[in-house]
């Protein structure tokens, strides 16, 4: 059990210091002799580190000037978030913004987001009594001597009051950027030239592949909805959607799935209307798989390309980031549903090494229009 222990202290020089387990917080009186006679920025300074004081233990990736190392993909997840969450000054997000953008960004499966929490540049604040209490005490201290304070006094005054004085989601990017404008600009400008490395091509394929899976299993949902046939969701049943979203696009493999799920579902129903009610439990669960395999070696065998498309209705969700890539990048479409993982992976390396010789193209012009004749 934890014991916190508290001193108050009311100084006759105006000073009003209240101690928790060796924590200061000040309160000043501005018409205190203690205040007429201390300089402003001590006094401003004694207060933010009272706050940092409190918070230094559970946020200090807040006082760490490392340098991020942000693969490619996390870039451009970053700018998407900073372009669509409304980011003030303090990196804090509109709130309903960010939290339907988690929603469609499927972020509770998406393993970007997730690597961007690890990493801190977003994160988490949860509301603090305390130090709500030292920002009120001393709000106006704040606001009648702003003049007389240190810009960075009153810059970390003002980004801990939206830090803590409610919950909310912030970007860091005091880790690595002056500003948000100069994170926002420093971004934009290097996805046009960017050079991939082996990691940066791997983590495409692997989040591409990862996407085109959750899409696929989320047409088995909208299927079941109508059709009430079990699908056990297994390793192998992964591994034959890993396939099928290599190969083809989701059109295709929508009418696919809902073709071997007709005949699953009649299947069972001959089964449950025959002579013999007795079903084996797993036979019927491993039905729709071992179709869907079934029918993939048939396709092998023969050369047979499946061609039948069946759309996946009006309601879908499409991501940020399909948007962003399809436009912005491989310059095709406005999403990924016409596309194989395939196709997608081989569209996008390629516009990649297209501006990798295109900015190695305009480098050698330069070069040769500043070369001395």
């Known amino acids: ?6 001193y108050y202290f009311n100084f006759c020089d ?41 918070i230094r233990e559970e946020y200090r990736f807040l006082f760490k000037n490392n340098e991020l190392n942000l693969t490619y993909l996390e870039k451009i997840y970053l700018y998407l978030i900073a372009l669509k969450c409304q980011v003030n000054e303090f990196g804090k997000l509109n ?9 469609t960004e499927r972020a509770d499966k998406n393993f970007l987001i997730k690597s961007l929490y690890d990493k801190r540049v977003i994160f988490n604040t949860n509301k603090n009594d305390e130090i709500i209490k030292n920002i009120n005490e001393n709000s106006k201290l704040f606001l009648k001597k702003s003049h007389l304070i240190d810009l960075e006094f009153r810059n970390k005054y003002q980004k801990y009051k939206y830090l803590f004085l409610e919950e909310n ?40 592949l990862e996407q085109k899976i ?63 009610k007795d079903r084996d439990h797993y036979f019927v669960n491993k039905m729709f798989i071992a ?19 069946r759309g996946i209705g009006p309601n879908w969700s499409y991501t940020s980031l399909e948007y962003f890539v399809s436009k912005s990048i491989i310059n ?17 390396l390629n516009r990649a090494l297209l501006h990798k010789d295109l900015k190695g193209f305009v480098a050698q012009r330069f070069e040769m229009q500043s070369a001395p004749n």
């Not at 095709?332 to 996008?348: Q, R, V």
Request: glycine share 4%.
């Open 95 to 103: 709130k309903e913004i960010w939290q339907d953008m988690f929603i």
């Open 332 to 348: 095709e479409g406005l999403s990924w549903t016409t596309f194989s993982g395939d196709e997608l992976i081989h569209k996008w």
């Open 1 to 6: 059990m934890c014991t916190i222990t508290v």
């Open 214 to 276: 959750i899409d696929a299993y989320q047409l088995i949902s909208n299927i079941q909805k109508y059709r009430p046939i079990p699908i056990e969701k297994s390793i192998e049943l992964d591994c034959v959607l890993v396939e099928l979203v290599e190969k083809y696009n989701l059109l295709i493999v929508n009418s696919l799935l809902n073709y071997q799920a007709d005949k699953v579902a009649s299947s069972l129903y001959s089964l449950e209307h025959g002579e013999r």
């Open 14 to 54: 105006g000073r009003n210091v209240t101690i928790r387990n060796g924590i200061k917080g000040y309160r000043y009186d501005l018409n205190s002799e203690y205040y007429m006679d201390t300089p402003v920025n001590e006094i401003a300074k004694n207060v933010v580190d009272s706050i940092e004081n409190i």
């Open 169 to 208: 989601t912030f970007l860091n990017f005091d880790l690595n950027y002056e500003s948000f404008n100069h994170m926002f600009e420093e971004l934009r400008n290097q996805f046009d030239y960017y050079e991939l490395d082996y990691l940066d091509i791997k983590e495409i394929r692997e989040f591409i």
């Open 291 to 309: 179709r869907i395999t079934s029918y993939l070696e048939y396709c092998k065998l023969n050369n047979k390309i499946p061609s039948h498309i």
